[in-house]
């Protein structure tokens, strides 16, 4: 029975895995885009019927040039290596509330917010390139997705999986409440694993560079960021520890995205 048990467990893995770009990395999704889509655009509305968008016209610019910049970029990147279909459904948005936490994230279909509390540390438009490059690096590797079926994975296990969503989408989307954290601090995602985070700071120093900032700032900013910011919640770096391996692992990373650079842009 074990056996067959693994054989299944096996099966829904061969049969569900998706690659991750740029790295390669093969990783478990069983979670439909589709069904990622509709959630993820019905919370980013509710987030901004319930928050303030800040109403200071510069800045709320800056994330947004920002913004494109990187969307852009992602796009000539899924060009290029010939998967532009699966940005087909995203609906980009990027959006500056105003609140005094040190925040920023993307949820699936490239649905962006900046808290205005996260702007003091990443001080110009290549440090917030930075931040938003790493945070819709996670949205582009799917790691929302992927945190969901692996909790499915151990909730359930086995044969009962490959058919669970379709059946009961309730279930999914309490999974979906879990992974975004719903109902506590909306838009804090549960912490990354350390896989993810390094994935997404190599897919953001990618799309950066490509966008024309250069990489080198990740290093400035995440020392930034671990020095702190004068008192202000740092719900960031609870999720995104800006610790000695992050800045260790950074410099291995910049060399290659580096090769990515063009300084058209600037
Ligand atoms: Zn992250």
């Given at each position: 029975?074990q056996?067959?048990?693994?054989f ?10 998706t ?5 390669g990395?093969k ?11 509709s959630?993820?655009?019905?919370q ?25 910049d990187?969307?852009?970029a ?18 980009w948005e ?11 994230w ?5 649905k962006?917010v ?8 990443t001080?110009?438009?290549a ?24 909790q ?18 309730e ?10 954290n ?16 390094s ?7 990618v ?12 290093l ?8 702190g ?24 990373l910049i060399?290659e995205?580096m ?8």
């Amino acid at each position: 029975m074990q056996k067959l048990k693994l054989f299944f467990l096996l099966l829904v893995f061969l049969l569900q895995c998706t690659t991750v770009p740029i790295t390669g990395r093969k990783q478990l999704n069983i979670i439909p885009q589709s069904e990622m889509l509709s959630m993820s655009y019905q919370q980013y509305d509710e987030f901004l019927k319930t928050n303030k968008l800040s109403t200071d016209k510069a800045k709320t610019q800056l994330v947004k040039t920002v913004g494109a910049d990187i969307q852009k970029a992602v796009e000539t990147f899924f060009v290029q290596n010939n998967m532009s279909g699966y940005l087909q459904d995203f609906r980009w948005e990027f959006n500056l509330v105003e609140s005094e936490e040190v925040n920023a994230w993307c949820m699936p279909g490239g649905k962006v917010v900046v808290y205005s509390g996260i702007l003091p540390v990443t001080q110009t438009q290549a440090g917030l390139a930075v931040v938003m490059g790493h945070e819709i690096a996670h949205a582009i590797a799917e790691h929302g997705g992927e945190r969901m079926s692996q909790q499915l994975l151990a909730q359930m296990g086995g044969m009962a999986l490959a058919t669970a969503l379709q059946n009961r989408p309730e279930d999914t989307q309490a999974l979906w409440n879990t992974v975004f954290n719903v109902g506590t601090t909306v838009g804090v995602l549960l912490p990354f694993s350390r896989t993810q985070e390094s994935e997404a700071d190599q897919l953001g120093l990618v799309f950066m560079a490509m966008a024309g900032y250069d990489p080198n700032e990740a290093l400035a900013f995440w020392q930034r960021m671990a020095a702190g910011s004068g008192g202000a919640p740092l719900e960031f770096l609870s999720t995104h520890p800006s610790d000695e391996t992050r800045i260790n692992n950074l410099k291995k990373l910049i060399p290659e995205a580096m090769k990515y650079y063009t300084k058209q842009s600037q």
